[in-house]
Nanobody
């Protein structure tokens, strides 16, 4: 059974940093696609960042470019999201997601974590 488990969320002030982690169990996604998405209260879930393929090609939402960095450690089956210069509008539940295929699609993942709350105070 595949399981994704996020950690690292919390409360941080504007301009602060957080590092989210996602532990994958049950299979590896080193040749697939892994991503971070988020959902703020009253809003639809939105794409944040993606890393895909053996080469680790990365892609970011405009809101994340220059501030967030997605990475993975295939030896540990882990996915990370380093978030710098956080803003109140980054407040959301952050989800780890994965699929076995390699695609630039930012939606429709096969597996999802339960989410971790990130709150940025002004």
């Amino acid at each position: 059974q595949v399981r994704l488990a996020e950690s690292g969320g919390g409360l941080v002030q504007t301009g602060g940093t957080l590092r989210l982690s996602c532990a994958a169990a049950g299979r590896t996604f080193s040749s697939g696609t892994m991503a971070w998405l988020r959902q703020a209260p009253g809003k639809e879930r939105e794409f944040v960042a993606q890393i895909r393929g053996a080469s680790g090609f990365t892609m970011y939402a405009d809101s994340a470019k220059g501030r967030f960095t997605i990475s993975r450690d295939d030896t540990k089956n882990m996915l990370y999201l380093q978030m710098n210069s956080l803003k109140p509008e980054d407040t959301a539940v952050y989800y780890c997601a994965a699929r076995t295929s390699v695609s630039a699609r930012t939606d429709r993942y096969d597996y999802w974590g339960q989410g971790t709350q990130v709150t940025v105070s002004s």
